[in-house]
């Protein structure tokens, strides 16, 4: 992994509603009143029955307290300490998992309670500062630290080699990859008041349970205690890693107070650039991204297509739904040239998508853009916000599946969305030149002499010298056409490809800023 994504802030410590070493008299009661019942007998119910008293019980803020020596460690330092791979939970047992730890420090001050669950019982994870190695011995130290975070292995790549490939790590956030893939975006338990002016709450995983796996079983069960000031909740993550890595979540949610702007299954990415929306970056390659587009594939059974962008002013976007059937943030295109970029390889990256198991009701999938003046920062969130408020003292249940692989999981009949791009148009400068390509299932059959058109549509502004050809290079279709602003400050663009018997496409949807 390189140091320029590690760097991320996509697994922030969340400043202020994280969980460290809790100190002082109150806060020793509060933890184990929290915590109790964590060990011993153990089953489904487990984790919800804490979650549930924690909720009942005041919020205290955690501490943050370090040792000196490990008190103000810079990212490398950080990165210095090491898990030894040898004493990792499992290690020689022969099953297809194994897991390892993160220390704490730099970001990652909180302390994680970490447990082991076999035949029905949870135990504690012995912490010791045997478990790593120092560059810098003078970073070892004997106190009980406990952890940071949870690394699961696997030989998702190459029999026999045990490697990363997801990890829970910092506030609520985790994130995996598929077969092949490196780390790009994220997940998270909770998001609560994502683009808020008034600021963001950033819950914690403060405990986990790893069920220890069968011989020969190919997924793993983890369970986590979220915790923040307005609410606590129990998640159980099924995990089944491969050429497309699988998590089945079932949540339990309660609030301590009301949430106006609860987001389930949050998906947070970065994009940089790319050929929409490459005005105010100097770079020398062609894109930068986690994520090019949010899809979402709704209740109606509409399939949409939003291409995301790194705006000059905060963008939040609302998409109502009923039932939705899915959405996530893709990264479709996969070739190296897309990118040219040795060392980061976004054409690598994974796609995530969430499914919702059950009917979510109604509300909307929420779009975030925030400006980012590099790849460093994660600045796209997206997630479900139910249309009715999560109320204290009720009980919320949401289950869904996550894949995080190289597509979406369903196949479709619709022409997909290959490219959008934008620039200037000649001899107008008033004016900003679209070119989107469809390409996919439906040109494998259709006649050579069918009717192609689309009409594209505005919230603002005006669409002129609209023009749809066959495009060659990639057996499907491309439409260009300029779009005057005027006045706008913003406009809202879609578009879809048609026949003479109607839509073939999924909708393309766009939000221009000047």
């Avoid at 915590?35 to 153990?42: C, I, P, V």
């Avoid at 606590?232 to 309660?254: C, E, K, M, N, Y």
């Avoid at 796609?351 to 979510?360: A, F, K």
Wanted: glycine share 8%; net charge negative; with cysteine.
């Amino acid at each position: 992994m390189s140091s320029n994504v590690q760097r991320r802030g996509v697994i922030r410590a969340g400043a202020g509603v994280t969980l460290a070493s809790l100190v002082g008299g109150v806060a020793r009661k509060a933890r184990a009143e929290g915590l109790s019942g964590a060990t011993g007998k153990f089953d489904d119910s487990t984790v919800i029955q804490i979650a549930r008293r924690l909720s009942n019980a005041e919020y205290h803020p955690p501490g943050q307290n370090l040792p000196k020596a490990l008190d103000n460690l810079t990212f490398d330092q950080y990165r210095s300490i090491a898990y030894r791979p040898d004493r990792a939970l499992w290690a020689g047992d022969n099953l297809a998992f194994d897991v390892e730890f993160f220390p704490r420090g730099f970001l990652y001050r909180p302390r994680i309670e970490i447990y082991e669950v076999r035949d029905g019982q949870a135990g504690t994870v012995p912490y010791s500062p045997d478990l790593f190695t120092y560059s810098d011995p003078a970073l070892r130290v004997t106190d009980d630290l406990g952890f940071a975070g949870v690394r699961l292995r696997t030989a998702i790549n190459t029999p026999g080699v045990m490697e990363e490939f997801c990890v829970f790590l910092g506030a609520s956030y985790f994130r995996a990859v598929a077969k092949g893939q490196d780390y790009g975006l994220s997940a998270r338990g909770f998001a609560n008041g994502t683009g808020d002016p008034k600021g963001e709450e950033f819950a914690l995983f403060r405990a986990f349970w790893l069920e220890k796996p069968q011989p020969g079983v190919q997924s793993i069960v983890v369970h986590a205690l979220l915790d923040s000031p307005t609410v606590t909740g129990a998640f159980r993550f099924t995990i089944r890693p491969g050429d497309s890595t699988v998590f089945d979540v079932q949540t339990t949610l309660f609030p301590r107070a009301k949430i106006e702007q609860s987001g389930i299954a949050p998906l947070t990415g970065m994009f940089y650039f790319d050929v929409n929306d490459h005005n105010h970056v100097d770079d020398w390659r062609p894109a930068a991204h986690d994520s090019e587009a949010l899809q979402m594939w709704t209740g109606a059974d509409q399939q949409l297509y939003r291409p995301l962008r790194n705006p000059l002013d905060l963008q939040f976007s609302t998409f109502s739904d009923v039932s939705p059937r899915g959405f996530g943030l893709m990264q479709r295109r996969r070739a190296f040239h897309d990118y040219e970029d040795l060392a980061l390889h976004y054409e690598k990256r994974p796609s995530l998508w969430i499914e919702p198991i059950g009917d979510w009701g109604a509300g909307w999938v929420d779009l975030v853009e925030i400006p980012t003046p590099n790849e460093v920062n994660d600045n796209i969130v997206s997630f479900w916000r139910p249309k009715e408020p999560l109320r204290a003292g009720q009980e919320y249940h949401f289950t869904y599946r996550m894949y995080w692989g190289w597509d979406a999981p369903f196949p479709t009949p619709l022409a997909r969305i290959g490219a959008t791009r934008v620039g200037s148009v000649v001899d107008n400068n008033d004016a900003r030149f679209f070119a989107i390509d469809f390409m996919g299932t439906p040109f494998e059959h259709l006649p050579k002499d069918t009717h192609f058109h689309v009409t594209p549509k505005t919230s603002a502004g005006t669409i002129q010298n609209v023009v749809v050809e066959p495009n060659p290079a990639i057996n499907g279709i491309r439409t260009t056409f300029e779009f005057i602003p005027g006045d706008a400050k913003v406009a809202d663009l879609n578009a879809v490809l048609e026949t003479d018997s109607g839509p073939i496409s999924e909708q393309w949807l766009y939000r221009w800023t000047p």
